[in-house]
């Protein structure tokens, strides 16, 4: 008997959307060539999502490019959900293609239950692409894990922002009070 995995590429998993393998209540995204399913999302999740996508749409508005729970492929085998991806602005909306980590100035994760994979799974992979800065917005410890400079795979720059800090989006110039993202 053979228990092999099967790799499925970017490609091969738009195909697989297209042709109508996955229901519409279905929430999967492609993690290193296989297809994982998230995390259910409770109600202090899927809150915090909108309230930090009304504070980047006014605070970015025709500045960058914001995402909303939208795919951004990281390599032909990885193309994850982030909570929030603030990008770099084109005027197309990136209606051609998914952001790729040239693109992406900051994701963001919002953690509740999915706290520990996000910490072991999708920061790491982020940092793996490239991916400049990502922030985890930690629900349960009531802080912000700040990661920043991808290096050899890994993050060089890691700040736990407690609720009474303060972040910045250098990009931007951009000064946020972690509680206005915590609240």
């Known amino acids: 008997m053979f228990n092999q995995a099967h790799k499925i590429s970017v490609k091969a998993f738009h195909q697989m959307e297209e042709a109508g393998i996955f229901a519409a209540e279905d929430r999967v995204e492609l993690i290193k060539g296989m297809l994982i399913d998230m995390s259910p999302v409770g109600p202090s999740h899927t809150s915090r999502v909108k309230i930090l996508s009304k504070l980047f749409f006014r605070l970015l508005i025709d500045q960058a490019s914001i995402g909303i729970q939208d795919p ?12 929030i991806s603030i990008l770099k602005w084109r005027q197309d909306e990136y209606a051609k293609a998914h952001p790729r980590p040239e693109d992406i100035i900051l994701l963001i994760e919002v953690a509740d239950s999915s706290l ?4 072991a799974e999708k920061i790491p992979m982020y940092a793996e692409s490239g991916v400049i800065e ?7 410890e ?3 894990d700040v990661y920043k400079q991808p290096m050899d795979g890994k993050y060089q720059q890691v700040e736990l922002i407690e609720s009474n800090g303060a ?5 931007f110039g951009l000064v946020l009070a972690a509680k206005d993202l915590l609240r």
């Open 134 to 140: 990502c922030w985890l917005i930690n629900l349960p």
């Open 72 to 83: 951004v492929v990281l390599d032909d085998f990885s193309e994850p959900i982030p909570d």
């Open 116 to 119: 520990a994979k996000d910490r």
């Open 142 to 144: 009531k802080r912000i």
């Open 167 to 171: 972040l910045q989006i250098e990009a």
